[in-house]
């Protein structure tokens, strides 16, 4: 089952414009993570951001996560068509020797250069 | 250092078979966990193993197991082979839980006809 919940489904931008990603969870949580896929190969980990968190950098990615309202987004700024892949948001609810991710189905980015 | 590698690539099977799938994580990762990925479930999580042990595991039918050896790869297998099995299964290791990101392999694909 599905924890996590991107918005919107599909993205299509110019190069050099900003991206902005939203997800949306269920339950409690111990972090939230991001994760980026290109053309149906692994996974790549781009940031973690734990619950007690609200703001996280790295590079041109910024998240921030509200548990409050249970959502986070990712902003990928001054996009490149290198960014075009998936991207997922994956829930950590368990915690310990019970952390397991779920996640969302994804958000497809399209930079157009 | 060197990444997660799943061996084979690529797979093509018929109904009925069965298939063992294999992953090297991270050295010194001791936790690997197994995603299925289908265009219509999206990830869905098999299993982690921990120390030899299966620490978690998912909403899958008994024909799904998998087993770590000592030295922390893992093996997946597959008996009874159903079409509906076609997917991308992605491993992922960590270093000694979810709670620190994953770091994910190309993948196998797997194909049954």
């Known amino acids: 089952s599905q924890q996590g919940e991107e918005d919107p489904q599909a993205l299509s931008i110019q190069e050099g414009e900003n991206a902005t990603m939203n997800c949306s969870y269920k339950?409690?949580?111990?972090?939230l993570q991001w994760y980026r896929q290109n053309s149906g190969r692994g996974l790549v980990h781009l940031i973690l951001?734990?619950?007690?968190?609200r703001e996280k950098h790295s590079g041109r990615l910024r998240v921030t996560l509200d548990t409050s309202k249970k959502s986070s987004s990712l902003l990928i700024t001054a996009s490149r068509a290198a960014d075009t892949a998936s991207y997922f948001c994956a829930t950590d609810a368990g915690g310990g020797a019970n952390s397991k991710l779920t996640f969302g189905k994804g958000i497809t980015l399209s930079v157009r250069p | 250092k060197a990444g997660v590698t799943q061996t084979p690539r690529y797979l093509i099977k018929t109904r009925g078979q069965q298939v063992t799938l294999s992953c090297s994580p991270i050295s010194g990762h001791r936790s690997v966990s197994w995603y299925q990925q289908t265009p219509g479930q999206g990830l869905q999580f098999l299993f982690e193993?921990?120390?030899?042990?299966?620490?978690n595991k998912g909403n899958f039918p008994g024909r799904f197991s998998g087993r770590q050896f000592s030295n922390s790869r893992s093996e997946m297998n597959v008996s009874t082979l159903e079409l509906g099995d076609s997917a991308l299964y992605l491993c992922?290791?960590?270093?000694?839980?979810?709670?620190?990101?994953?770091?994910f392999g190309s993948g196998t694909r797997l194909t049954v006809v």
């Open positions: 339950t409690s949580i111990n972090n």
């Open positions: 992922a290791s960590s270093l000694v839980t979810a709670n620190y990101g994953y770091t």
């Open positions: 193993y921990f120390s030899e042990t299966q620490r």
């Open positions: 951001i734990r619950s007690n968190e």
